[in-house]
Structure formats: C-alpha cells, structure tokens
Nanobody, 125 residues
Framework: QVQLVESGGGLVQAGGSLRLSCAAS????????MGWFRQAPGTEREFVAA????????IYADAVKGRFTISRDNAKNTVYLQMNTLKPEDTAVYYC??????????????????WGQGTQVTVSS
C-alpha cells in the first residue's frame, strides 16, 4: 500500500498560482495512476485531474482545464498539481489519490485505493 503526503497549499490572491506536491512512499509509485480531488465545506469531494503511470495521459475537470496542470516524476515518487489563475471557487482541501491499474486514469473517487490527508488551498478575492 502506498502512503501519500500532500504539501504546497496555502493562501493566495485571486489570479495567483500555487504548486501542490504529493510524495508517495511504501509502494511502487510507477505502477499507480494518480489523481487530485478537492472538497469545499458542505460539498462532495470532486475530481480535479489525473495522470497515468507513465505520464503520457492526463485528464482534467472542465472547471480547471487550461489553468491547472498535473505532472509526475517517477524518479522522485511525486505527483504535482500546478495551479494558475486561481479563483475564489478553487478554495478547498486538495487530496491526492493513487489508483492501481495505473495504465488508465479515472475521474471516479471509488477507483482510487489510497488517499493523502489533504492540503488546504484558500483563494481570496
């Protein structure tokens, strides 16, 4: 089982940027597809972005397409989420997640086997 630890969250003004990192340990990172999800207070956890095991396939939620970029470094066992042109509605706790059968990405929470503890992102207007 892979363990995941997110970092990089914080407070930023609208229009600003943040880069989230998710470090994996305890498993073979390159076998997993990785995803980012987010959850704002009182809402369901929603899909943000995902990347397959080799990094050559990515998928994004419509709300972040063109502003966020997911990437991974298998040598460092780390997945990243570069977030640009942030909006107040991007405010949420951001979670990374790992999915076995890493050749395919998924937008469904139940497809992911392991989750991090989350990192708070707050965008002020």
């Amino acid at each position: 089982q892979v363990q995941l630890v997110e970092s990089g969250g914080g407070l930023v003004q609208a229009g600003g940027s943040l880069r989230l990192s998710c470090a994996a340990s305890g498993g073979t990172f390159r076998l997993y597809a990785m995803g980012w999800f987010r959850q704002a207070p009182g809402t369901e956890r929603e899909f943000v972005a995902a990347i397959n095991w080799s990094g050559d396939s990515t998928i994004y939620a419509d709300a972040v397409k063109g502003r966020f970029t997911i990437s991974r470094d298998n040598a460092k066992n780390t997945v990243y989420l570069q977030m640009n042109t942030l909006k107040p509605e991007d405010t949420a706790v951001y979670y990374c997640a790992a999915k076995l059968a890493g050749y395919a990405t998924s937008t469904y929470r139940y497809m992911y086997n392991n989750w991090g503890q989350g990192t708070q992102v707050t965008v002020s207007s």
